[in-house]
């Protein structure tokens, strides 16, 4: 295999991908549709959050000198980031907290719930229950809005404008400091003037001086306290929160949609990646990729009735005569122009079925008046004697050209002359393989099979040729050569699309024209050839 053809091979064909999505469209939908029926149902039990908004508006001017006079007293210009910053803090929280606590307005149990909640999100720094945004010029200029949520309307309302209130205090109490600090200042100075004016031993120019001194500080300081009043920070009210009217969340339907679409990609990508890494036959595009024409799909049967009814009746019962009927009639009508075909079926690997299809078709050609030679050919594993056993135990043997004495497949192709077969039932006879041989090869090698037959063929409408799996034994390809036609039997979901590959390459090497392939054992709700409009009624 060249490089080119490992690389070939690896490739994702989208089409295998659409298949595998079109296969699963079902178990995806289903899946979204859950979660969106269950996200809804969680979205309903929730309790109802309502939200209500209050405005601060932000004016930054130089801070005024407090000592000159000044009627109006503003805290210095706030930088980007500080009052969200601020909001986060101890310094704002906590009042916040304490008025909470006191507002009667807010029921108790909500009451409780949101200081709960505000003192968590405090150590955890992210405030969810009251946030805040702005729209600010490069000036620091602009709007804050304040929203606040609560579970009843008046909490929301409550909470936005005492979230406004603290921030108000906070933004006023920066003014209060630089007032204070002043205050503090001239405090110091009228001390330090009274203890000199008390030491003694001044003049009467010097003690008038610091008697002067005295009450200009005297005055400044009256002067700092009578500005608390008028101090006044940053922020200032915009707008008052009022009362919503109906809750922001939850919102089931909205819920349940985005729910549902989050499902459904999740799921669709879970199906692709299960469709990429199955690489196994599914349906009659995965054939077709391989260039193998789908003859037909065939439908598992229960292990429970082939178990008591054998695979012969079992088949009969579930009504696989519908997809064996599409079989047969895609088989005699690509080798309509041969005398007395010889079609080989076989598989890949054991336990794909291939010795159940060619029992069952071998009844559906019988039961439309056809003659069939089963030849068991797989002379290490032989199973058609076990197959037809439950079916017919009583089978007569009979010679096909008047000679006796050969009863398996090895012997009657060492000697075909002496061939006898087994009357399995009306119309069907089978060459048993007879007891397991290792050198299997040896003997087709040894055996003319070619004129065996030849021999053979004249007595029947069709030889079906139950061989060894390909990949398994080099048996098939031996035999495959003498036949008209070729079956390749796959299981659905389980035969590997590089088996089916390596397999068809084999068979092209050595002239084993293969005609089709079967996808055996699938799903009753396969999508493709499991169930048609007609039902083929078996004789009885």
Known sequence: MTSADRTGENEIDLSVLWRGLRRRLPWILGTALLLALITFLWSRSQPPVYESTASLIAANSPVQDTTLGTALVKAPPLPEGAVAQALQSTQVITPLLRSIRGMQAIPQEERERLVTALSQELRAQRLQTVTISSRLDVTGNGIYTLRARARTPEAAQQLANLAATALLSWDRSRALDNLRRAQAGFQAQLAQVDQQLGAGGLSAVERQTLIARRANIQGNLTQVQLLEDSVAGVLSTLASAVEPLAPVAPKPLRTAALAGLVGLLLATGVVLLLTIFDRTVRSEEDLLALGLSPLAVIPRLRQRDILFSGIVRAAR?????????????????????????????TSTAPGEGKSSLTATLADGLASSGQRVLIIDADLRRGTQATVWQKFNEQGQWHSLNGGAGARTTREALLAPHNAEVLQVEQNVDMLPAGPGLQDSLGVFNQADIGAALSLWRQQYDMVLIDSAPLLALADSLVVGSHADAVLLVVEHGRTNV???????????????????????????????????????????
């Open 317 to 345: 019962q579930a009504g696989l005569y519908e997809a064996i009927g599409f079989l047969r009639v895609n088989v005699s009508s690509a080798l309509s122009g041969k005398v007395h075909p010889v079609v080989m079926i």
């Open 498 to 540: 590089q088996s089916v590959r390596v397999a068809l390459r084999h068979a092209e090497r050595s002239g084993v024209p293969v005609l089709g392939g079967v996808i055996n054992k699938a799903a009753v709700n396969a999508e493709e050839g499991s169930a048609y409009a007609y039902s083929y009624q078996p004789r009885t």
